[in-house]
């Protein structure tokens, strides 16, 4: 038959030149997408075979091939598919994107980095090009199945391509790659090794639902041939899309298996979670919740999100767009129908069928959390100890999903030395005339549950939470108030008790105002550069003095929250708060009255005031004159 050579168009040379010199950085996607369009060709062959009983093609073992030639220097992808036939060749792969041309080499040449660039190649149709990066010369083979003649299309990529009948050219295509001599600087390996075909099969096509065989002399290396004996085919792929079985067909060692494998944890995971979505956009997802919380789960450089496939073809590892960052623990794969097997991570945090994905996988993450807390307690408990912090960290970012947060978090109480409630369950036990839902915040439950704050609600039987991670000091803020019931911080703002268990009347608490207004005037006074107020407390029973801040203050914690992230926070002056009925108070008062010198007093004042910094697990301004101050009163009691 004769052979007629074509020249690309203008575009489609620059076009065709990008992709040899510079789309990809990691040239090894180039199998990927000859092993992805056989797959394809494949799917394309079963469905017609289905509609058209008169088609004349063998679908009894769909397979595609890789053989390697080591003399020669040449990789063959081969499939036994669909096939093209002369006219479509020349319009699939001929021109090069066909009408994209124009439109890609714009996108291209706006990207602004390799990764924009990489992503743009799938959307125009042009990923079978990329074979070019890794070969001098590509010939293709193919033939339309149901038709007799074949199409060699052939070119070495620097113009021209050639396009030939031909008589003998099996059902299906066969890409067969001239490969360039490997090159490590320029990141080129030599894909004539077994190893490296076998790595990059197993890194991307895995799990697709067609046997990859590697065949030829390379399929007997490893001990898989003896002899003069030809080499049985060896298949490179599992084929095991866990996926996209139903949960009883699946074992649950097959499960852990696979959170295994991607998520390079030795341990089994704590929750596996699947889902299937059909109708306009199909998809399935395999998700797991480890059973412990990673090292570095907090760190800037934690790498988060699920492994992406297109139709079961692997894209990337870590797609942080399909679950919201509080979730980022979660593992697993999502698998989508419709995406362009290249897209980037700036397309796809654009893409609303991936807004739509993350929207619906984060609900079913959640909703498993909520089953696990109803039907399973102690593997709850092991979930809230490794992912609480994290997952309150929804609390502040994802309003939509902030009652289903609510619902699936639990918090330390005083009212229980190992209970952890919900809000839920806070509210059903309040009293009819409790105006709030209290909460106090700090670094660790034992200097909380001892703090002075917590004196008088635990001496009138009413339950604070306990938060002691850093998002504490932040998602109560946020979220401001729980069915009608403000969040109140026993540590900010004037807590009145009188309704709930104070016995003490107006008349006496006046009285008592009356009788310590001097004191509290001058301490305010004399600890003016620490302290904006003095004032007596409603919340000490057994404490001489503690620290409190106005209620819109930020606490001292997240002062210094914001400073560890480098923001420059003005220092707050609090209020000291004393207790009237601490002897320590009392006798100052008393002396306050009667000295005239007070000096001694103002050394006694700070003291009060450190002793309060202390108790709330602050520092003093100036330890070492405390521990002076302190030394100096404790030799003279001796």
């Known amino acids: 038959m004769p052979t007629e050579t074509f020249e690309f168009q203008v575009e489609a040379r620059q076009l065709l030149q990008l992709m040899i010199h510079s789309i990809y950085s990691n040239k090894d996607v180039f199998l990927r997408e000859l092993v992805s369009n056989a797959s394809d060709a494949l799917d394309k062959l079963r469905l017609a075979a289905l509609r058209d009983d008169a088609l004349d093609a063998d679908v009894s073992d769909l397979h595609i091939e890789l053989e390697i030639d080591r003399e020669a220097r040449t990789l063959t992808v081969r499939d036994n598919g669909i096939g093209m036939s002369y006219d ?16 890609f080499l714009r996108e291209l040449r706006e990207a602004k980095d390799a990764a924009g660039a990489e992503g743009l190649i799938g959307q125009f149709g042009v990923g079978f090009y990329s074979g070019f990066m890794v070969a001098d010369e590509v010939t293709l083979v193919t033939r339309r199945a149901g038709e007799t003649k074949g199409t060699r299309w052939s070119s070495r990529g620097e113009g021209t391509y050639t396009l030939q009948e031909v008589d003998d050219a099996p059902q299906g295509t066969s890409v067969t790659l001239h490969l360039k001599p490997a090159d490590s600087d320029n990141q080129l390996h030599d894909y004539t090794s077994v190893w490296k075909i076998k790595e990059i099969v197993k890194r991307y096509s895995d799990f697709i639902t067609w046997p990859v065989k590697l065949v030829g002399e390379a399929a007997g290396e490893g001990g898989a041939g003896e002899g003069d004996a030809p080499a049985e085919p060896e298949t490179l792929n599992s084929m095991k899309a866990l996926w996209a079985r139903s949960r009883d067909e699946v074992s649950e060692d097959e499960y852990h298996e696979l959170y295994k494998h991607i998520s390079h944890d030795w341990r089994d995971p704590l929750e596996t979670v699947q889902l299937q979505a059909e109708g306009t956009f199909e998809y399935q997802a395999l998700l797991f919740v480890p059973s412990h919380a990673p090292h570095d789960l907090f760190t800037q450089n ?13 894209i990337m590892d870590d797609c942080e767009a399909l679950l919201p960052p509080y979730l980022r623990f979660v593992k ?4 989508a129908q419709d995406l362009s097997l290249n897209v980037s991570r700036e397309i796809l945090q654009q893409d609303r069928h991936i807004l739509m994905m993350q929207r619906r996988l984060t609900k079913k993450v959640l909703a498993s959390v909520k089953s696990m807390k109803a039907d399973d307690a102690e ?10 912090a994290v997952l309150k960290e929804g609390l502040v970012t994802d309003s939509d999903n902030r009652d289903a947060l609510l619902a699936v978090s639990s918090f330390a109480t005083t009212h229980g030395e190992d209970e952890q409630v919900t809000l839920e369950q806070y509210a059903q036990r309040m009293p009819d005339e409790q105006e709030a839902v209290y909460y106090i915040t700090g670094e660790s439950r034992q200097s909380i549950d001892n703090s002075p704050h917590v004196e008088a609600f635990r001496e009138r039987g009413i339950e604070v939470l306990l938060l002691t991670d850093p998002v504490d000091e932040v998602w109560v803020d946020v979220v401001g108030e729980f069915q009608g019931k403000r969040l109140q911080s026993i540590a900010k703002g004037e807590i009145d008790l009188g309704a709930q268990g104070d016995e003490k009347s107006e008349g006496e608490r ?26 007596l407390s409603s919340r000490l029973t057994v404490s001489p003095a503690c620290i409190v801040a106005d209620a819109d203050d930020l606490t001292p914690a997240l002062e210094n929250m914001y400073r560890a992230m480098g923001q420059e926070v003005p220092r707050t002056k609090r209020i000291l708060e004393l207790n009237p009925a601490h002897q320590l108070v009392k006798g100052l008062n008393q002396a306050h009255g009667e000295r005239e010198d007070r000096s001694d007093l103002t050394e006694t004042a700070e003291l009060l005031y450190s002793l309060a910094v202390l108790a709330e697990g602050g520092r003093p301004t100036d330890p070492a004159r405390f521990v002076k101050a302190v030394a100096d009163r404790l030799g003279r009691s001796l």
Do not use: P
Request: aromatic share 14%; charged share 30%; glycine share 14%.
């Open 88 to 103: 479509e060749v020349g319009q699939l792969i001929g021109t090069i994107a066909n009408s994209g041309t124009a439109e």
């Open 302 to 314: 934690f790498q988060r999100g699920l492994q992406l496939y297109v139709k079961r073809v692997f």
């Open 332 to 335: 697993g794969v999502v698998d």
């Open 379 to 388: 593997r709850y408990g092991t979930f809230w100890r490794e992912f609480g």
């Open 510 to 535: 006046e009285k008592q105002a009356e009788e310590f207004a001097g004191l509290l005037g001058w301490m305010t006074e004399q600890l003016a550069e620490d302290v904006k107020e003095v004032r």
